[in-house]
């Protein structure tokens, strides 16, 4: 399979690469009505790429029900005005399943999460990620990369065995070493999406990366849509503009080893009567004290 059959992935991924929240009622079940409209909301904003089942959805806090039923309801609800890359993982049956739910309801892609094991070996990563592709090779495939230690090699020779794996999110903070690792694996191999978001985009981007993942697009995707744009024309002083007006937001998010992480934007969403600020363990909600700045910030973006 060549990597033209992909062309609408690949385009797809060289983007703003939007992870949608999860939003919750207050029987604490997924807010059905709430999450159509903020998917509506990015859709009418400009996004054409997104995630459900990504970190910033609370991937690892919902059921397997309820990650088949994100997975649905982000489908039906765009109606083929964006592409769909559907966050899956955990063990290589679960993941495997996920994969070919995503496929058999619509979804173009999916996204490997980081394999969350102790023990990890770069040949075991490998074949983990294999397990999962070849049981959907009409699907493109994104691993999600957390892992340092991993090499561009072991990427390649993924590659080489399974071509639907087409894009990686990089998601290491280390701008020298993502483009090394990207130089290594092939830089024009694969689409390459700045998985930190906007506080890394622009030092990705100027390594090689064509997209980037975002949380506060949830908030105001005007805001991410010109920073991408400016980072498409080589404007990295506009690109730097908005990493200004956007760096205290992705601060508090980042705090603490990003404990708050989902907790800020749907606090972000929340002042704006957008959803509920609810979150489940292990995250947490913001207390009083720290609500109002995310609310001043929030209204501060024309959105």
């Not at 996920?98 to 969350?116: K, L, T, Y």
Request: glycine content about 8%; hydrophobic content about 45%.
């Amino acid at each position: 399979m060549s990597s033209v059959t992909f062309e609408t992935q690949r385009t797809a991924l060289a983007d703003v690469v939007a992870i949608p929240v999860t939003p919750f009622a207050e029987d604490g079940s997924v807010d059905q009505v709430a999450h159509r409209a903020l998917l509506r909301r990015l859709l009418d904003g400009g996004v054409r790429t997104l995630t459900p089942n990504g970190n910033t959805g609370e991937f690892y806090a919902l059921t397997p029900q309820e990650r088949q039923l994100v997975t649905e309801l982000t489908i039906e609800e765009t109606g083929g005005r964006a592409v769909i890359l559907v966050g899956v993982g955990h063990d290589v049956p679960t993941a495997v399943a996920s994969a070919r739910h995503a496929r058999d309801h619509g979804a173009a892609m999916v996204m490997v999460h980081q394999p969350v094991h102790p023990y990890v070996s770069q040949r075991g990563w490998v074949d983990y990620h294999r397990a999962i592709a070849e049981a959907v090779p009409e699907l493109g495939v994104v691993p999600y990369i957390r892992n340092a230690q991993l090499t561009g090699a072991r990427l390649a020779e993924l590659a080489d065995t399974c071509p639907n794996v087409i894009g990686v999110k990089y998601a290491v903070p280390d701008a020298s070493r993502f483009a090394a690792f990207a130089r290594d694996a092939g830089l024009d191999r694969f689409v390459w999406v700045a998985g930190l978001a906007e506080p890394y985009a622009p030092s990705y981007f100027s390594a090689g990366a064509t997209g980037f993942t975002s949380g506060l697009v949830n908030v105001a995707p005007a805001v991410s849509l010109n920073m991408i744009e400016a980072l498409r024309a080589g404007d990295y002083p506009g690109a730097m503009k908005v990493w200004e007006q956007i760096r205290r937001f992705e601060e508090l998010r980042a705090a603490n080893g990003s404990a708050n992480n989902v907790t800020v934007v749907k606090e972000a969403l929340a002042s704006l009567g957008l959803c509920r600020r609810d979150v489940r363990p292990p995250s947490r909600q913001l207390p009083e004290d720290e609500r109002a700045e995310v609310a001043a910030i929030a209204s501060g973006w024309s959105i």
